[in-house]
């Protein structure tokens, strides 16, 4: 099984390949303009490129007044790649080409009964089917991406002690080493929050940020940041900690007894929210959810978002303060990170209006050099495949290491 990343040649074929990517279709002028090669090199590594079949010509640009030049693009047929998101709830698998377009792909919950090699099990027939419904042979598949729950280890291909998952083996599962064995193919990890960041980025071909923030907030809140097309890593997996940033520091207790109590993701994630219904029942507030559940203590995040959609006033009121505490925690994160642009992913924010525009709204307000410092908030393009196809551009991405 060789590695992506031994797929082009050297340095030079792989620097031009990315600036074709980048920029969607590009010129050999252009190429020379943006890069360190002479116009003989270019056309010798555009050959190349284009004989390995990973380039095509797409028609002209403008003339500057000879004639108009050829303009170059990545193949989208060139190969396919799959990208896989493990969550807690919802798990899914894509099909895309190497323009990341979704060709196919396969959902399914994560019930008490998904162990990991019932996971496993379901992402190897999802990827069988996939390609025999498209007659895709196994060696047109550049390999599998993988945005899993944190924390993990990249470099080792393990999910290290995920939590929120209802059935044990998730502790120090080498998932990267079990995919490669049952698909034969090359595997990467990554966080879900980095590879949703991934697909984001590689979904907008114009007017791109240079600095972003991704905060998505479902079950817990994930988080990642990128800078000049690059995701930021640190010493260690940093998927989760956003949400363990201290709101109040007498505050309520963590979510599941693990982190610090008045944390982030304990005002504003769907058990937060859980939690803060259930409480106010009990006081004796009135609600429609007192008719859709029997027993207060099972009430549920789908029953929420419903009872928002029935104009509800507590569910209204219980979704307006989260939105306040998750504006404050923005704004945290925007008067030390400074990014361009916002990208706030998850069901919560792109499905209950009221919280993405009162957070932003309350974000604004407490940033420091707000309105000189412009900042750009937007709701997910992807929405729920972000993850998954983010997943599929990390392999992609191999291609240039």
């Known amino acids: 099984m060789v590695p992506v990343s031994q797929r082009l040649a050297n340095r030079k074929v792989k620097d031009v390949f990315e600036c074709i990517r980048q920029r969607g279709a590009v010129s ?13 090199t270019l056309t010798r590594l555009l050959d190349e490129l284009m004989k390995g079949g990973l380039i095509e010509e797409t028609g002209f640009g403008e003339s500057t007044g000879g004639r108009r030049p050829t303009l170059y693009r990545v193949r989208a047929d060139y190969a396919y790649v799959i990208g896989l998101d493990v969550s807690r709830a919802v798990s899914r698998i894509v099909l895309c080409d190497m323009h990341l377009n979704k060709l196919d792909g396969v959902v399914w ?19 069988n089917r996939m390609l025999d419904r498209r007659n895709i042979p196994r060696d047109r598949v550049l390999g599998i991406g993988i945005g899993a729950v944190g924390p993990l280890s990249r470099e080792r291909g393990i999910l290290l002690d995920p939590k929120g998952f209802s059935t044990p083996g998730w502790s120090q599962l080498p998932i990267v ?8 193919l ?11 960041l991934l697909g984001e980025y590689w979904s907008e071909m114009e007017h791109r940020s240079k600095h972003l923030l991704y905060v998505h907030v479902g079950v817990g809140i994930r988080s990642s940041v990128m800078t000049g097309g690059k995701l930021v890593y640190g010493a260690v997996d940093m998927e989760g900690a956003a949400g363990q940033m201290i709101i109040e520091s007498d505050g309520v207790s963590p979510i599941d007894g693990r982190g610090n109590y008045g944390a982030w993701e304990s005002y504003v994630t769907a058990p937060a929210l859980e939690r803060t219904a259930v409480s106010r029942l009990k006081q004796g507030r009135k609600s429609v959810l007192l008719e859709r559940v029997r027993d207060i203590e099972k009430v549920r995040y789908t029953d929420l ?7 509800d006033p507590l569910v209204k009121e ?3 303060q989260a939105a306040a505490y998750f504006g404050i925690g ?17 069901p919560i924010a792109g499905n209950i209006d009221v919280f993405f525009e009162d957070a932003v709204r309350i974000a604004l307000s407490n940033t420091y050099y707000y309105p000189e410092y ?14 998954a196809v983010g997943a599929a551009a990390l392999v992609i991405q191999q291609l240039t290491v």
């Open 186 to 196: 090359p595997a990467y990890l990554d966080n879900g929050a980095n590879t949703a």
């Open 330 to 346: 923005l704004a945290n994160l925007l008067n030390i990170l400074h990014p361009e642009t916002v990208i706030i992913g998850g």
């Open 305 to 311: 978002e419903q009872a928002y959609i029935d104009g």
């Open 109 to 127: 919950p994560m019930t008490p009964q998904t162990t990991p090699e019932r996971l496993i099990d379901d992402a190897t027939d999802a990827v």
């Open 28 to 40: 050999k002028q252009e190429l020379h303009e943006i890069s360190s090669y002479t116009l003989s």
């Open 177 to 184: 080493e079990l995919l490669e064995h049952r698909l034969r």
């Open 374 to 387: 412009q900042v750009k908030f937007k709701k997910s393009k992807l929405h729920d495949d972000a993850v």
């Open 318 to 320: 219980i979704f307006s």
